[in-house]
């Protein structure tokens, strides 16, 4: 279990690396995507199946759609970053350095520290947070989303042109009073 906790860090280390290094932003987003993923798998190892889950349908699939959406959209491939000063460059590789030192005190500090006696280990699976929400919080979920969808329906409202204009019905056949 250590092992892969370690084997999935050094994952997202490296690919949340790439993200920043990376120059063109379709192999930044890509590597955001390895990123997230690895993240979900930290998720699994904590025994938090729902929780991966959402986090892989959410994150790395809706998000990194809207972030593909605007980077084409934009068209960002076309823009050329100039190097940046060798100064900058020092400071950025120091500045991650220390925060890797700093982290891996953190770390240490936490390894090999029993479970407590009261852990449940079904904490986060789908069905103890389904028996919740559907029992405990039945009241607040159903609000909520009564209120999503009226959200919805008042983001259509205000996105819909004006009433008097139809643009798709085509021209009457009524005579033009004007030619009179």
Known sequence: ML???YLFAAISVIAA???????SPINSVIALVVCF????????????????MVHV??????????????IMLLNLNSIVE????????VLSVVTGGLFFLVLLAATRQ?????VP????????LVHRIGTALFTQFLLPFEVSSVLFLSAMAGAMMLAKKDGTENVN?????EPDDSAA
């Open 57 to 70: 349908i959410v994150y790395t699939g809706a998000i990194i759609v809207l972030f593909l959406f605007v």
């Open 169 to 173: 019905l085509p021209p009457s056949s």
């Open 3 to 5: 092992y892969l906790f």
């Open 117 to 124: 006696a009261g852990f449940d280990p079904g904490i986060g």
């Open 17 to 23: 690396l790439v993200v920043v290094a990376a120059k």
């Open 37 to 52: 993923l690895s993240i979900a798998a930290h998720y699994i190892l904590l025994n938090a199946q729902f929780l991966a």
């Open 82 to 89: 100039e190097r940046k000063p060798v100064i900058v460059r």
């Open 110 to 114: 936490g390894l090999g520290t029993p």
